[in-house]
């Protein structure tokens, strides 16, 4: 089984901008589509990012989202924080056997 | 409007069994793979187990393998999640999920869309 790795926490104030690193350990990641979710508190999840970098309808242009080859990353960008945007992040992808989250990224905004 | 309504936790002893269910409706149950994830409170997601919408194909997390067995009733509308030999490490809440498709319809390959409350088990003696 691979693994995706996210870092623990991320902060930034209002207005700016927040990039999340998803990195996948065995597989390319460009192979399997990546899935972001958005978890606030009290909340269940939903999808932000969906086949690497599709936006849901709903889902506002300040996300978006990429990947690297090279490093073998999956990056969420959130532009313009806002408040609201102070959540939980998973990223999330497969192989032939499973469906398996990174981590999570605690997102905060100043 | 999607809904999911999961029911079965509660408190059972280390070994122990419990069955899940998941009560689908607002959509075509047989059009859409769907999936047990978990989550403790305060950490992090897992998926847990995936079924195909035929019910052919099914997926578990290494963590489940051999002990726990999903299935889905086309008449019923429902999704089951067997769970046997439990532990304590699988004390979470346990959520009912629909799967939707982007751009390719394999059922691993497929995002979380819809998610149910929840259920919580708890194993403990």
């Known amino acids: 089984n691979f693994m995706l790795t996210q870092p623990h926490s991320v902060s930034e104030s209002p207005g700016k901008t927040v990039t999340i690193s998803c990195t996948r350990n065995?597989?390319?990641?460009?192979?399997?589509?990546v899935h972001w979710y958005q978890q606030r508190p009290g909340s269940l999840p939903t999808t932000v990012i969906y086949d690497d970098n599709q936006r849901p309808s709903g889902v506002p242009d300040r996300f978006s989202a990429s990947i690297d080859i090279s490093s073998n990353t999956a990056s969420l960008t959130i532009s313009g924080l806002k408040t609201e945007d102070e959540a939980d992040y998973y990223c999330?992808?497969?192989?032939?056997?499973?469906?398996?989250f990174g981590g999570g990224t605690k997102v905060t905004v100043l | 409007e999607v809904q999911l309504l999961e029911s079965g936790g509660g408190l059972v002893q280390p070994g122990g069994s419990l069955r899940l269910s998941c009560a689908a409706s607002?959509?075509?149950?047989?059009?859409?793979?769907m999936s047990w994830v978990r989550q403790v409170p305060g950490k992090g997601l897992e998926s847990v187990s995936t079924?195909?919408?035929?019910?052919?194909?099914?997926f578990y997390a290494d963590s489940v393998k051999g002990r726990f067995t999903i299935s889905r009733d086309m008449s019923k509308n429902t999704v089951y999640l067997q769970m046997n030999s439990l532990r304590a490490e699988d004390t979470a809440v346990y959520h009912c999920a629909k799967l939707a498709s982007g751009r390719v319809t394999a059922t691993l390959a497929q995002f979380f869309h819809h998610w149910g409350q929840g259920t919580l088990v708890t194993v403990s003696s």
């Open positions: 607002g959509f075509t149950f047989s059009s859409y793979g």
């Open positions: 079924v195909s919408p035929s019910g052919e194909y099914t």
């Open positions: 999330q992808s497969f192989d032939s056997n499973n469906q398996v």
């Open positions: 065995s597989g390319s990641i460009a192979s399997y589509y």
